[in-house]
């Protein structure tokens, strides 16, 4: 099994300032940093404008709000897994 680089394990929230969603940014950072501990290098809360609400995990968006809504946690955590630990249960977000 290769190790992902810390790059890969690195999470970007942006978040539009303008609309104030930064309690939403930080309630699902504080959710991904719960359930991967050991698993992420690195949690980032980007201010941003316009609306946007993307979450990045190593540069790729796993999530725009503009496409898909906003995220629920559980769709979140799956994306991150996939990405940053594929083995791993994530118990009955899993379900």
Request: glycine share 8%.
């Amino acid at each position: 099994m290769t190790e992902l680089s810390s790059d890969s394990r690195r999470v970007e929230i942006e978040y539009c300032t303008q609309c104030r969603w930064l309690p939403r940014a930080a309630w699902l950072a504080q959710e991904l940093l719960t359930t991967f501990e050991t698993e992420l290098t690195e949690l980032v809360l980007k201010p941003g404008k316009g609306g946007i609400f993307v979450v990045r995990v190593g540069g790729e968006v796993v999530w725009d709000r503009r496409e898909q809504g906003f995220p629920e946690p559980t769709a979140v955590k799956q994306a991150v897994r996939d990405r940053v630990a594929p083995g791993k249960s994530l118990g009955h977000s899993d379900k």
